[in-house]
């Protein structure tokens, strides 16, 4: 495998191998292409972590499916959120009369994805479910889960697939976990 700017010296050790994840999307697209065989889809990727998996999952489904992106950011962090996300970019597309799908990379607090979809909600999409690939239960401080999640994974800093760290390694075909050195400074 390549190795651009010495990315695996700073891998611990792959957590899923891009074949793993290929096989569970696979899975995830013909679940969402049964639920959904008879109504309008639009799948909504939250940027920037879920664009790869967005782009694997969409082709693993075969009915028709629109897509769209949002990019949101948490005002205040911590003890002092005001429970609210700033939208940095909406979506284009109106979601009355749509079946909705949010697709996240990762639910980790869950706070991202309860505000988000407070905030669609009072758009009145016909109904809104959301697919994240991993899910991080041991981090949940909201109570929400995915009605379609890829894989369970442990309380680790996780890049890859998407996931970043200062931006990086969102190019690795796998999901690897990260050395502490590299992010404990
Ligand atoms: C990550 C991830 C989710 C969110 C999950 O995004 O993509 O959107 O955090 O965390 P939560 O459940 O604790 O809210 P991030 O803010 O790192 O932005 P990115 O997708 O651009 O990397």
Redo the contacts with the bound molecule.
Sequence with gaps: MPNPAGMHDDLERMLLSAEEISARVAQLGQAISRDYADKPLLMIG?????VVFMADLMRAIDIPVQIDFM?V??YGQGAQSTGMVRIDKDIDISLAGKHILIA??????????SHLMALLATREPASMRVVALLDKPS?RTVDIRADYTGFEVPDEFLVGY???YAERYRNLPGVAVLKREVYAT
């Design positions: 939250v940027l920037k972590g879920s990019a950011s948490s996240e990379d990762i639910l980790d607090s869950g706070k991202t994805l981090r998407g996931l970043d």
